[in-house]
């Protein structure tokens, strides 16, 4: 099952609807790794898109009540992922709903969820502000890597302290699907992560709580959005030290793209290695 009971926030009316919500999730999940036909796509998808607005509205209107000091931020995380899933149907309804835009869905909203329920909603009854805390490091890269392991932390408890890093030097980073993310601003380059197969399943095996054998769409875009938050939140660490840095959205790739990188770190894991490279 994908909803654990680690994710209530301790407000019973949106637990409930959280709830429901992983529920819709996990059974698109299950469509799109039987293969269903395009009938059930469709409905699926219908309901999930009414119920996240009616969902975002009934949570927003509760930050209203207890005056969330974090609200705008929140809204505008809703508003994001309200676009992403129309911008979806939108695609499916004009080229047909195809397993692989369904897979690539399911692996969005996915890890989406989670760590929206998990990390963002759980800011609203402690009555913290959405930015992460201020983290501390010696290189860039060392910032890159640390957002990535509290992001497993976060997303597939992964336990931080059994992970043990170490830099690689001018190597290119190793790794069996990598997904490249462009930084611009201040910080301009690439920070690229590459997740051995091992671990990405792990990762999906933890989230979704269901077996998984092959890097697919559904873990490949699930992945693409893991390391968009964690570059997010790693973004927002430098903009908060006056360095901006903007993030675009995350290529994936199966071999490492272009030139060594600058500075990489290794990082292993018990359910396999991952590596992290910054090219400035
Ligand atoms: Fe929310």
């Known amino acids: 099952m994908m909803w654990k009971d680690t994710y209530r926030i301790g407000v019973d009316r949106i637990d409930q609807q959280h709830m429901e919500l992983f529920r819709i999730t996990e059974e698109l999940v299950n469509a799109v790794k039987e293969g269903a036909a395009v009938e059930v796509y469709q409905r699926i998808l219908g309901f999930l898109k009414d119920y996240v607005i009616y969902h975002f509205r009934d949570e927003e209107a509760y930050q209203e009540s207890i005056h969330y000091s974090g609200i705008e931020a929140h809204k505008e995380e809703h508003r994001q992922f309200t676009e992403t899933v129309l911008h979806y149907e939108e695609r499916l309804t004009a080229n047909g709903f195809n397993e692989k835009t369904m897979k690539d869905l399911a692996g969005t909203v996915t890890a989406w969820l989670i760590y929206h329920v998990v990390d963002t909603d759980q800011k609203i009854v402690s009555g913290e502000a959405p930015a992460g805390e ?9 910032l890159f890597a640390h957002s990535a392991l509290d992001m497993m932390e976060t997303m597939a408890g992964l336990d931080q302290s059994s992970a043990q890093l170490q830099t690689v030097g001018s190597d290119q980073p190793q790794g069996d699907v990598f997904v490249t993310i462009q930084l611009v601003d201040d910080l301009n380059g690439k920070a690229v992560f590459g997740f051995s197969k091992e671990l990405a399943l792990h990762l999906l095996e933890s989230m979704t709580g269901m077996e998984l054998t092959e890097v697919d769409e559904l873990v490949q875009s699930a992945l693409c959005e893991l390391t968009n938050i964690s570059c997010g939140n790693a973004a927002t660490a430098l903009t908060k030290r006056g360095l901006q840095c903007d993030i675009k959205p995350p290529v994936l790739s199966n071999e490492f793209p272009g030139e060594n990188t600058g500075s990489g770190i290794r990082i292993d894991t ?11």
């Open 134 to 142: 201020e983290k501390q490091f010696d290189q860039f890269v060392d």
């Open 270 to 280: 018990a359910f396999g290695p991952m590596e992290v490279g910054v090219l400035l």
